[in-house]
Each structure stands twice: as C-alpha cells, then as structure tokens.
C-alpha cells in the first residue's frame, strides 16, 4: 500500500459541509487536537484568510496544509509531504474553542467518497462536553459510535434486477451527528450509482430517557427525533417515519 493510500484510509473523508454561516471571522491560527476514527490527531496552523497553511499529524502520519478562510468558514487542503499533491480536504467552522468540519476524498481505486465529522478543540480551551439541555439530557454512550442500516429489494423473473441502499448513522461522542445515504442498483442491461455518499442530516445531539433529540446545524432549539432501544446486536430507533433496525 502506498503513502496516498494509506492517507485514505487515516482519514475517513465527506465532500459534505453543513451550512455554515458567520459575520465575523475568528482567528484561526493555532494548535487543535481532535480524534478522527479513534486516532488522536494534532492539526496546526498559521497565516489568516486566503493564506493559511501548517500541518496536520495522525499517528505515524503527517500531511501539509494549505488553504483560505472566509468569514468563519474554513476550507483546508491535505497535502502529500515534498509532493505537494492534494489527498485529502478538510471544510468546517470556526469557533472560539476549536473547528467542527468534515474530511474528505475520492478513493483512487474506487471512485468512493468516505466520509467523517471530526471536532479540532483549539489548544488551551476546554475539551468538548456532553451536549445538555434544560432537561438534564446527555450523551448516552451506548449510541456514541457508526451505525448502518442496509436495504436490498430484488426482483424476480427474466429482467431481474437488485437495488441497494446504505444508511449510516455516527453518533460522535462530543455531541456531533451525521447520517449519510449510498444507493446503486443494477439489471442485465443497466446499472445505477448514487454518486456516492450524501449527507441527509448534520447537526448536534443528546439522549434522554430513551429519546434522541437533534439539533440540524443552522439552526436553534433541539427536537425529538426517535425513540430507540437496544436489541443485541441492533439498536432499533422508531419516529413517525417508521422502526429502523442498526448494526455495527
């Protein structure tokens, strides 16, 4: 496995940004640690607005950075070290504690989009606690970690065809949602692909007394959004949608 290689499967990567809106720009310069697929990993940067670079370290491995900041809005490109050479990218938002964004990439052998929220907490600050409400809801730490949910319906006779979907639900332990959607189907004579991985929903999150409430990113006040329980190795969530049954 090559270096480029290895660095996509470090960093799990999305092309997706929630919606990020900010009138004024906080300083971006500095040293933030985060934790990406359970990896500790230590990004630094310099310079202001279109002229930002720095580096950013992941175990064994460490990438250069280059890009530009407008408003609160950061968009950072990963880089090959003396290569140059764009492997990753990382968009996200800056706040006064640290960066929340998304890292993203193209598998070269496959053409999928990976995806992954990821919280940088600026040196210094406090590190991330567990959403709470009025309420007294937390973070249950039986949800933190990535579900799926996967879907196939075929059909029979001569024109047999087969269509699948794959839902993804990540429950970050600082508090971060996301869940994605993947579909592809295909026949004798045709095929069909998503496009890769989308965002359905971004935001924040806490638990209590078995319901899941979700705050979508831009926006203010949390909602109900599931019960859920847990049925080993599933956990179910039921909402007016309907019972969706997740597995590790």
Excluded: C
Excluded at 72 to 80: G, H, K, P, T
Excluded at 89 to 116: K, M, Y
Excluded at 142 to 163: T, Y
């Amino acid at each position: 496995m090559n270096r480029r290689i290895a660095a996509l499967s470090l960093l799990a990567l999305s092309a997706a940004l929630s919606p990020l809106v900010a009138s004024a720009q906080t300083p971006v310069a500095g040293s933030y640690q985060g934790e990406v697929n359970g990896v500790t990993t230590t990004l630094t940067l310099q310079g202001s607005a279109n002229r930002i670079s720095g580096a950013i370290v992941e175990g064994a491995l460490q990438l250069g950075v280059r890009g530009s900041q407008q408003g609160n809005r950061l968009s950072l490109q990963l880089l090959e070290p003396g290569q140059g050479q764009e492997v990753a990218r990382l968009e996200g938002q800056v706040d006064g504690s640290g960066i929340n964004g998304t890292l993203s990439t193209v598998n070269p052998q496959t053409g999928q989009v990976v995806s992954s929220s990821a919280r940088f907490v600026r040196a210094g600050t406090a590190a991330p606690v567990a959403p709470t409400s009025a309420a007294g809801g937390q973070v249950d730490p039986r949800l933190v970690g990535r579900w799926v949910n996967e879907k196939q319906i075929n059909s029979g006779g001569a024109n047999f065809a087969s269509f699948s979907t794959v839902r993804t639900l990540e429950f970050d332990g600082s508090g971060r949602i996301m869940q994605t959607v993947q579909s592809a189907g295909g026949g004798g004579n045709w095929s069909y692909n998503g496009g890769g991985r989308k965002v359905e929903f971004s935001g924040r999150w806490y638990a209590k007394d078995g319901v899941v409430y979700v705050q979508a990113d831009g926006t203010s006040g949390f909602t109900a959004a599931s019960r859920y329980r847990f049925a080993e190795p599933y956990l179910i969530t039921e909402s007016r949608d309907g019972r969706i049954n997740w597995r590790r």
